[in-house]
């Protein structure tokens, strides 16, 4: 296989240094949080991957618990949205993220060369 082919893949999670729990914010509920925020709703986020709303529902719960911030506010029958904190927390991920990638990108070509 030549080199060209390779790229490293960088996962992200951010978690709570001081909590108990071992719940962290990575690649899965970062696209729970962008489906609410695309959608407006937890089910309809959770059915876009292929996730059962009740394990969706247990993951925001256990994330929340884990990082000290509430990811959604539930309006009843009338969806889900995301928490100012939420949001920030999402896009400050998904900025990093993309700047993590880069990097690594550049960083293991110049390796491979």
Aim: aromatic share 4%; net charge neutral; charged share 20%.
């Amino acid at each position: 296989m030549a080199s060209t082919q390779l790229k490293p893949v960088i996962k992200l999670s951010i978690e709570n240094a001081d909590g108990e729990h071992t719940s962290v914010f990575g690649p899965g509920i970062a696209a729970l949080c962008r489906g609410v925020r695309d959608t407006g709703s937890l089910n309809a986020a959770a059915k876009h991957m292929g996730m059962a709303y009740s394990k969706a529902w247990r993951i925001v719960k256990d994330t929340e618990a884990s990082i000290s911030i509430q990811l959604l506010i539930r309006d009843g029958a009338h969806g889900s949205t995301l928490t100012p904190e939420a949001n920030h927390l999402l896009d400050s991920y998904t900025e990093l993220c993309k700047k993590l990638q880069t990097d690594a990108e550049k960083m293991f070509s110049t390796m491979m060369s």
